[in-house]
């Protein structure tokens, strides 16, 4: 089992930014992947940003790359999400998730391939 707890979120205005963070705990030894998900009010949870755990390779959901930089602290068993020039439609629930197993760059986009997740971190960005 692997526990995830995020942290970092909150309300900011529009062009500001937010780090939320991702902290692993259990068998992380195992760990492939490592991503972020958010999920907006009345929307479909949507992929955001992947890191592979070994080697940092990192994939991005197209319409945020540029804005959202993924990153993984290996000694700490945490992965951040620097979020930039936010805007009111960043506004979700943001998670974390972990991947025991092998992903392809594509599949590391899918929410069906992770296997731990936590509970959540709110991002609130005003107008």
């Known amino acids: 089992q692997v526990h995830l707890v995020e942290s970092g979120g909150g309300l900011v205005q529009a062009g500001g930014s937010l780090r939320l963070a991702c902290a692993a705990s259990?068998?992380?030894?195992?760990?492939?992947?490592m991503g972020w998900f958010r999920q907006a009010p009345g929307k479909n949870r949507e992929f955001v940003a992947a890191?592979?755990?070994?080697?940092?390779?990192?994939y991005y959901a197209d319409s945020l790359k540029g804005r959202f930089t993924i990153s993984r602290d290996n000694a700490k068993n945490t992965m951040y999400l620097q979020m930039n020039n936010l805007k009111p439609e960043d506004t979700a629930v943001h998670y974390c998730a972990a991947d025991d197993d092998y992903c392809s760059p594509h599949g590391c986009s899918e929410s069906t391939e992770y296997d731990y997740w936590g509970r959540g971190t709110q991002v609130t960005v005003s107008s």
């Open positions: 890191i592979i755990w070994d080697d940092g390779r990192a």
């Open positions: 259990g068998r992380t030894s195992g760990v492939y992947a």
